[in-house]
């Protein structure tokens, strides 16, 4: 896939990145144990370690914005052939699904050397950086533009070639590669009536990001496993999936959505007694999934 045009010049693919490596604090990539699938799975906002210069007073606050626990619920997955990746800091310092000019200039205290594209999202306090929660303001004062930089730089970007070498790995050896992104989230708002009594929302950006008949397989997958499943409502998919994805070409991004309801108290940030169930019924859809994509490689001889 094309190097981003703001991605820093000497930080080309995979550069300080294999295919089974922990960079501590920043994230850890788990190889497949046995055969490999042409399947990659991705957590990026379960971390929880706070950054050195992180306001560790915010913890409690960034735990809230956190996929809680959505790591554990898909670390057997190497077990199937996939390669898992996940990020070990919290969404909060920086978020990897964001593209990295979706920032609000009005946080920093200079003149950001390109120009940015904030989205509603920035705008909103939930952007490339979050600049506020339900609570208010994260920030006493403005970010320096140099210590911005050291997130893009020493979490955002690292995350992003781990990825993508990743996926690119895996699509030269079978000619196919299926991409879970995996995220949680809060129980729906009562007044959606679409999304009432919803436990899984897929999203591949209104088939862009992936082909029809894997997004069905999945939703049909989890149906099975009884869960209330939605497409691309209310939550479509955002940068990981966006930019790692060609259908087409054989390259499928899915992104997964799972009620936090079904396996943690928000209030207390715990697992609670549905926590095993989810995670026992994730582990058979992440089997699935393994065997689906094995079944589909154009250069399935060569692998084996």
Known sequence: MPKHPNA??????????????????????????????????????????????????????????????????????PRHGATLLRALFPR????????????????????????????????LGIGLIASRDSEGPLYRRRLRVSEVRHRLDAYYWPYHRALRLALDETYRAAGVVYHLNCHSMKPPAAGRISSRNLDICLGDRDGSS?????????????????????????????ELVRRYS????????????????????????????????????????????AAYARERRPFADAAE
């Open 8 to 77: 820093p010049r000497d930080q080309g693919p995979g550069a300080s990145v294999n295919s089974a490596q922990r960079i501590a604090g920043v994230l850890e990539v788990r190889a497949p144990a046995g055969v490999a699938a042409p399947l990659v799975i991705d957590s990026p906002h379960s971390g929880q370690v706070c950054p050195q210069g992180f306001d560790a007073g915010l913890a409690r606050r960034w735990h809230t914005s956190a996929d809680a626990f959505v790591d554990e619920l898909f670390a057997s997955a």
């Open 246 to 289: 060609d259908p087409v070409g054989g390259r499928h991004s899915l992104q997964i959505e799972v009620n936090r309801a079904l396996y943690m108290d928000e209030r207390r940030l715990a697992r609670h007694e549905g926590f095993r169930r989810l995670r026992d019924d994730l582990d058979r859809l992440v089997g699935r999934i």
């Open 92 to 123: 909060a310092f920086i978020d990897v699904n964001r593209s990295p000019l979706d920032l609000d200039e009005s946080m920093l205290d200079g003149a950001w050397p390109e120009v940015l594209a904030p989205s509603e999202k920035a705008r």
């Open 210 to 238: 992936a082909g029809g008949e894997f997004t069905r397989f999945v939703a049909d997958a989890l149906r099975d496993l009884g869960y209330h499943v939605q497409v691309n409502d209310p939550y479509k998919g955002v």
